[in-house]
């Protein structure tokens, strides 16, 4: 593509962004056929432009003002597990809300960092957050179409012996996936909190717990990674649209033009069949997306060569709840 041809695109892209008469079926965008964000072959080839904002050089990402002491893993002196069970922590047990909810509500406004909460559309309740990581979590798995269900403080692991709690563990977040599995979460500030022998131990002596069950997994998340300058503004940019109307004849028209293509089709043609003004369908098109009636990347920017697909039903919808439900105790705690 020469430079006269570059700039072309982008001033149609900007005429995209506007409330004119421009309308995305005028840009003239190559359709793309496949992304990283995408799991299935796309069936068509062409040639992916990048949107001006991708083409910024990266930051360094920052760090958090403060780290843990830094220890070497290799220290004898320091305790390194290899079982829960013969490392005197006793037995685990896992306990969840009696609403298969938050375990544990942390809005006392007393703590050094911050706390928060938002009605999740997904979840059908409201999450609650510590730390500025665990909101930016949060919205990465609000904007997934791959994600069906989410909860925050889902479950408490405690280790028991002698009828005494040695240890406990609160599990930062749990997401059901598309597929059926569910993923756990550990959200830290910076790897150093993971490098740290303490916390290595608890959080592996937790996945080892959780991870008993089929198809469930346990991730460890950076925030330097959740709070990267360009993608956390391009998820929140999605999220803070989540809430803009759209009729059920807008819906239905991008459903059958997804179904119609086969289950792919440029997102261009998903605004257009939208219709009205050019910058509204776009937001309509990112509040589609947290209601999983359309589904494309939410970590980079969009063009309207950006591969939309239609999401697929939940393979086991409810697991998440049932999951949950399955571990609250019988006798009120």
Same mark, same amino acid.
């Given at each position: 593509?020469?430079?006269?041809?570059?700039?072309?695109?982008?001033?149609?892209?900007?005429?995209?962004?506007?409330?004119?008469?421009?309308?995305?079926?005028?840009?003239?965008?190559?359709?793309?056929?496949?992304?990283?964000?995408?799991?299935?072959?796309?069936?068509?080839?062409?040639?992916?432009?990048?949107?001006?904002?991708?083409?910024?050089?990266?930051r360094?990402?920052?760090?958090?003002?403060?780290?843990?002491?830094?220890?070497?893993?290799?220290?004898?002196?320091?305790?390194?597990?290899?079982s829960?069970?013969?490392?005197?922590?006793?037995?685990?047990?896992?306990?969840?809300?009696?609403?298969?909810?938050?375990?544990?509500?942390?809005?006392?406004?007393?703590?050094?960092?911050?706390?928060?909460?938002?009605?999740?559309r997904?979840?059908?309740?409201t999450?609650?957050?510590?730390?500025?990581?665990?909101?930016?979590?949060?919205?990465?798995?609000?904007?997934?179409?791959?994600?069906?269900?989410?909860?925050?403080? @889902? *479950?408490?692991? #405690?280790?028991?012996?002698?009828?005494?709690?040695?240890?406990?563990? /609160?599990? +930062?977040? !749990?997401? $059901? %996936?598309?597929?059926?599995?569910?993923?756990?979460?550990?959200?830290?500030?910076?790897?150093?909190?993971?490098?740290? @022998? *303490?916390?290595? #131990?608890?959080?592996?002596?937790?996945?080892?717990?959780?991870?008993? /069950?089929? +198809?469930? !997994?346990? $991730? %460890?998340?950076?925030?330097?990674?959740?709070?990267?300058?360009?993608?956390?503004?391009?998820?929140?940019?999605?999220?803070?649209?989540?809430?803009?109307?759209?009729?059920?004849?807008?819906?239905?028209?991008?459903?059958?033009?997804?179904?119609?293509?086969?289950?792919?089709?440029?997102?261009?043609?998903?605004?257009?069949?939208?219709?009205?003004?050019?910058?509204?369908a776009?937001?309509?098109?990112?509040?589609?997306?947290?209601?999983?009636?359309?589904?494309?990347?939410?970590?980079?920017?969009?063009?309207?060569?950006?591969?939309?697909v239609?999401?697929?039903?939940?393979a086991?919808?409810?697991?998440?709840?049932?999951?949950?439900r399955?571990?609250?105790?019988?006798?009120?705690?």
């Open positions: 593509m020469d430079r006269l041809e570059h700039e072309s695109f982008y001033v149609a892209d900007e005429r995209a962004r506007g409330c004119g008469n421009a309308a995305p079926a005028d840009l003239g965008l190559t359709f793309v056929a496949k992304n990283e964000f995408d799991l299935d072959p796309a069936p068509l080839r062409g040639i992916a432009i990048p949107h001006p904002a991708d083409c910024e050089p990266r360094t990402p920052r760090n958090p003002k403060w780290l843990p002491t830094r220890r070497d893993r290799r220290d004898a002196g320091w305790p390194r597990l290899t829960a069970a013969n490392a005197g922590w006793g037995e685990p047990r896992i306990v969840a809300a009696p609403d298969a909810g938050a375990v544990r509500i942390g809005m006392t406004w007393r703590q050094f960092f911050v706390t928060s909460a938002s009605f999740s997904k979840a059908g309740r999450m609650f957050f510590e730390g500025p990581h665990e909101p930016a979590s949060y919205r990465r798995r609000e904007t997934d179409y791959r994600s069906t269900d989410l909860q925050f403080q @889902p *479950l408490v692991i #405690e280790w028991v012996l002698d009828g005494k709690v040695i240890h406990s563990y /609160y599990v +930062d977040s !749990v997401e $059901e %996936r598309d597929t059926g599995v569910l993923v756990f979460r550990e959200n830290k500030a910076h790897q150093a909190y993971f490098d740290d @022998p *303490l916390i290595d #131990e608890k959080l592996s002596a937790a996945a080892a717990v959780l991870t008993r /069950y089929p +198809d469930v !997994v346990f $991730e %460890r998340e950076l925030g330097t990674d959740l709070i990267e300058p360009r993608s956390w503004r391009i998820t929140k940019d999605i999220f803070d649209d989540r809430r803009v109307d759209y009729t059920e004849a807008q819906r239905d028209a991008v459903r059958n033009l997804l179904v119609g293509a086969g289950g792919a089709a440029p997102l261009g043609r998903v605004w257009e069949a939208i219709g009205g003004c050019p910058a509204n776009r937001r309509i098109a990112n509040a589609m997306l947290v209601a999983r009636v359309v589904g494309f990347p939410n970590r980079q920017r969009s063009t309207g060569d950006t591969l939309a239609l999401p697929r039903a939940p086991r919808p409810g697991r998440l709840r049932e999951f949950l399955s571990f609250v105790p019988e006798t009120p705690r």
